[in-house]
């Protein structure tokens, strides 16, 4: 009786499918089960759909605030899902179960609300479980075709804390196996993913490369330096090391001032070297065991050009307080540490006006691509990247950054970037001019190429 009540409710939305089909027109639900504001890719698939005349219901959670462009768009509305809390009754296995249950009413009830999609994007990343099954389900109702983009595979992130033999990740890689060959369409970040798709799945799918957003480009001068006298407000490092200035009345931070009479801004004379790393502070040990090595500080006593250094790491991530707590302990004279809170239309004048990107990214499948690195790139950002299997269809080791594998190839490579790092003969500047010339394509340009024939011209 179960299977034929199954089989008679599937028919059923078979036939309901066929009844609706003509409808939705014009309309695409872009569904992320995770936080919206940490989900840029899936905010600039509902840009792009918004510019050519769709309309979008973006669909997740509304923990950290969504770029002002997706706010202020009219094309696109805003449906939150309530984030889940709470559920921690029994034992582990039952309460991941009772969320999966709890997270897959919660997600169709979302997703049958909303007015009737001709298409359903649905952000392949963990958690893929239950999200895939619940779009195609409301797919079904609604008759749209479903478009899945995969980042990254949930099975290879659960592997991480239990072990590819566990049988919760054998059953996830089952599911994303069988129901992600139910969709009508897929996309990918990278070529190599690509393959492993069909190699392993037998899903066809495009690569959709992350390319930055047209807002990710280096900043003028005059811009950097008011970021800097606004996070000086709140943060020692961007304060000035010394009062002194030539003219009273300049104001300074400590990488620009201001001429009081002329009004113009220049780079303030020894500052220090501007280090980003943005980080979801699971494993910030390359980094910190270099910055808190002697080395660096004994370079500079020795007389080495070496500058001064402010390390800015930025993002949110279940180990932040535990590393903020390493930090604090150390004491270091050339090198300060500082983990702001950005708004989002600061983050990218902030990699536009560092001197270093540094990315810790360590992919789960090593079969995707670290989105950071390709908003500093956008900036014209160099960067020294952890090695992993694909990364080198992004990163040119030599050509614009550096790929480290240990804490002591990074610290080798920081010490030579940042020897006579004003220099234009240096290799942080070589690195910066090969940025510029290679003129990547941007996000809506890719797109367009690349998603918008799957979609059609607007019904």
């Known amino acids: 009786p179960a299977v034929t009540g199954a089989v008679a409710a599937l ?14 027109a014009g309309r695409v639900c872009v569904a992320v089960l995770g936080d919206l504001g940490r989900s840029p890719r899936m905010q600039y698939h509902a840009l792009a759909l918004a510019r050519h005349g769709r309309e979008v219901a973006l669909l997740g959670y509304l923990q950290t605030r969504p770029h002002r462009d997706v706010l202020h768009s009219e094309n696109i509305r805003l449906v939150p899902v309530a984030e889940l809390r709470g559920l921690r009754v029994g034992p582990k296995l039952f309460q991941y179960v009772l969320k999966v249950l709890v997270q897959s009413v919660q997600l169709l009830y979302t997703l049958l609300r909303i007015d009737q999609p001709s298409y359903i994007l649905l952000q392949q990343n963990p958690p893929g479980l239950p999200s895939i099954a619940v779009a195609w389900v409301a797919g079904l109702w609604w008759g749209s075709k479903l478009i899945i983009d ?34 009508d369409y897929n996309l990918c970040v990278t070529d ?13 799918a495009v690569t959709l490369y992350d390319k930055p957003a047209s807002y990710f480009k280096e900043t003028p001068l005059d811009l950097q330096h008011s970021l800097y006298m606004k996070l000086a407000k709140d ?10 200035a030539v003219n009273p009345s300049a104001d300074r931070s400590a990488f620009t001032e201001r001429d009081g009479k002329s009004g113009n801004v220049v780079k303030t004379r020894g500052r220090p070297a ?25 370079f500079i006593k020795e007389g080495a050009k070496l500058p001064a250094l402010v390390c800015v790491i930025t993002g949110k991530g279940p180990l932040k307080d535990y590393y903020n707590g390493l930090i604090q ?28 990107g540094v990315c810790l990214h360590k992919s789960s499948s090593g079969l995707d691509l670290p989105m950071k690195v390709v908003d500093m790139f956008g900036c014209c950002l160099p960067v020294c990247a952890i090695h992993f299997e694909c990364l080198h269809e992004l990163v040119k080791h030599n050509e614009n950054g550096l790929i480290f594998r240990d804490s002591k190839e990074l610290a080798e490579q920081l010490k030579m970037l940042f020897l006579d790092f004003t220099a234009l003969e240096g290799k942080l500047h070589s690195f910066r001019e090969n940025l510029r010339a290679s003129r990547q394509l941007r996000w809506d340009q890719s797109w367009d190429q690349i998603v918008l024939p799957l979609l059609g011209n607007k019904e």
Request: hydrophobic share 40%; charged share 25%; glycine share 4%.
């Open 274 to 298: 501007l280090l980003i790393s943005s980080t979801s502070w699971t494993d910030l040990s390359a980094l910190t065991s270099v910055l808190s090595s002697p080395d660096y500080e004994r």
């Open 192 to 204: 190599a993913m690509k393959k492993d798709l069909w190699v392993n799945f037998k899903i066809k």
């Open 329 to 356: 302990k150390l004491h270091l004279k050339h090198i300060q540490i500082c983990t702001p809170w950005l708004e989002a239309e600061d983050y990218p004048l902030l990699l536009g006006s560092a001197d270093l």
């Open 150 to 183: 995969w980042h990254n595979y949930g099975y290879t992130i659960m592997s991480l804390s239990h072990g590819r033999s566990h049988p919760l990740v054998l059953i996830a890689k089952w599911y994303e196996k069988l129901f992600g060959r139910l969709s």
């Open 11 to 24: 028919l059923f939305l078979l036939l309901w499918r066929r009844r609706r089909r003509a409808g939705g």
């Open 235 to 244: 943060y020692e490092p961007f304060k000035p090391r010394y009062y002194r």
